[in-house]
């Protein structure tokens, strides 16, 4: 039984970023926040696209659709035989995530393709979510001994 884990706004991107920085630990690995001017090559992780759908109760399943761009070259040249490997490395690398909590996200839908100088790559993610149940104030009971009169 796993542990619980808060899921916070960047919980599955620290995670996938983790995953890149194991598998090219020298490839600096940014989220959306990317500084101009930075060295090549490098991959930028963002959340293209999130849903949620409710389930029964409290419970909600959250798809994240993982964008990861490794961009090689400054100028915009397309080598394909640059990619293939990159892009193999990466659905190795990232088919399985694990989170802070120990638990394991397996990535399924995973697509990738070069655009100029860039590699576009895809991955979904699905994590099962309950919200806590707050609990209700309880009405607070009053024991009030009543006397009755009788009547003579």
Do not use: W
Not at 43 to 69: A, C, G, H, P, W
Not at 122 to 134: F, P
Request: net charge negative; proline share 5%; hydrophobic share 35%.
């Amino acid at each position: 039984m796993s542990n619980k884990l808060t899921v916070e706004g960047n919980t599955i991107i620290d995670a996938v970023i983790a995953k890149i920085n194991g598998a090219f630990p020298d490839v600096d690995v940014y989220d959306e926040k990317i500084n101009e001017g930075c060295d090549y090559p490098y991959f930028m992780v963002i959340v293209e696209d999130f849903s949620e759908e409710k389930l029964m109760r409290e419970n909600y399943l959250q798809t994240f659709i993982i964008s990861v761009l490794y961009q090689y070259k400054e100028i915009p040249e397309t080598s394909y035989s640059e990619f293939n490997p990159v892009s193999y490395k990466l659905t190795e690398a990232l088919r399985i995530i694990e989170l802070p909590n120990g638990d394991k996200l397996r990535g399924y839908n995973i697509n990738s393709y070069p655009d100029n100088e860039k590699l576009e790559f895809y991955i979904n993610y699905d994590i099962k979510v309950a919200t806590e149940l707050k609990e209700k104030p309880k009405q607070m009971k009053n024991s009030v001994n009543i006397l009755h009169k009788t009547r003579r």
